[in-house]
């Protein structure tokens, strides 16, 4: 019987929102179907079997290379039928490609990455848009942003949401005192992250705390950075936080904000991209390009235990709308249509 082979590279890689995507909407696919195989480079993997499906390792390259030149002879010996690429690229070569493409940062914020980086994207997304059977992205604004800039997946484009992962799933303790402030920090551009340094700095008696690597430039006291935290931590952080704060000007979708409604956080977050569709009216919105209207949100969050009442109880509704298995029905339905198709 023909397989459908999941390009599994992204086991390789650090585990962040797009590896999350993949490995969780593997996980409820797997249930689904029973003609998936899993291949990756050789090497060290987050796990050696996703879903009750075992990782094949095969080749020798790895990264970009071994996508491009070892995966597609893997499919031609496979008898493959659909390649399941979930992580933004894939094979050239590849026949009967199923893309996952996540947004498109780097065309609309270009400075946020570094330049070989640019250069490949800009180079080959193109080409494996025109190339794919069917492209699958997360929202109906990243849907958008995608087919104004590559025409050609209009007619082949499906919306495949993000959910919350059941590591981070969990309302904490009712009892617990929640003061602070939570955000995660990234130096790129899209991600804004400069205007939250520049709102505590003018709330002195706020405290923020900051998820992933300390900004480069000085910070104010009451902004602390707690690096890189595995799950467990991650979520004693989101469970002891009175607000999330997501400063985006650019995102696909956007999954803390949810992470962070599943642990009875409110969420205050950005009026651009994709967020208002993902957070509907569960979230307090502030326009991300002035500082002065994040600062007066945050103080009239911190002054109004009413809304904040009134926010967990529509985000506690919110992230519920997403689940990964409704996701991957939506995904099993694409991949169906595609096979009937051949």
């Known amino acids: 019987m023909p397989v459908i082979v999941i390009n ?5 890689q650090p585990l962040r929102g797009v590896q999350r995507f993949a490995e969780c909407l593997v996980q409820e696919l797997s249930g689904l179907r029973n003609d998936l195989c899993v291949v990756a480079p050789h090497g060290e993997l987050r796990m050696r079997e996703i879903g009750g499906l075992p990782v094949y390792q095969w080749g020798h390259l790895s990264g970009y290379l071994w996508e491009q030149i070892e995966l597609p002879r893997f499919l031609r010996n496979a008898n493959s039928e659909l390649v399941l690429c979930l992580g933004n690229t894939g094979p050239i070569g590849g026949r009967g490609m199923v893309l996952a493409l996540h947004d498109v940062t780097y065309l609309d914020f270009p400075g946020g990455y570094p330049f070989a980086m640019r250069l490949w994207l800009k180079t080959m997304t193109p080409i494996l848009v025109r190339r794919s059977r069917e492209v699958i ?42 003061h602070d402030f939570l955000a995660f920090y990234h130096a790129s551009e899209s991600k804004n992250c ?18 992933g690597p300390a900004p480069e430039s000085p910070v104010p006291p009451n902004v602390i950075p707690l690096g890189r935290l595995n799950d467990s931590q991650l979520l004693d952080e989101y469970q002891h936080a009175l607000g999330f704060i997501i400063p985006s000007l650019s995102e696909g979708f956007g999954i803390p904000p949810l992470e962070a409604q599943a642990n009875g956080a409110v969420v205050l977050s950005s009026n651009a991209s994709s967020l208002p569709e993902v957070l509907a009216d569960s979230a307090l919105f502030f326009n991300p390009r002035d500082v ?17 009442t009134r926010l967990r109880s529509l985000g506690s509704e919110n992230w519920r709308r997403y689940s990964w298995k409704s996701s991957a029905e939506r995904l099993n339905e694409v991949l169906n249509s595609l096979k009937r198709g051949s």
């Open 8 to 12: 599994g590279r992204f086991l390789t």
């Open 292 to 308: 002065s209207d994040l600062v007066d949100k945050i103080k009239r969050l911190a002054a109004d235990p009413a809304l904040v």
């Open 194 to 211: 400069a205007i939250l340094v520049e709102a505590f700095r003018a709330l002195p008696n706020e405290t923020l705390r900051l998820v």
């Open 137 to 178: 992205t997360v929202s109906h604004t990243a849907k958008r942003q995608i087919v104004s800039h590559y025409p050609a997946a209009g007619n082949k484009i499906a919306v495949v949401s993000n959910a919350v992962s059941g590591e981070l799933t969990g309302s904490g303790p009712e009892t617990v005192q929640r």
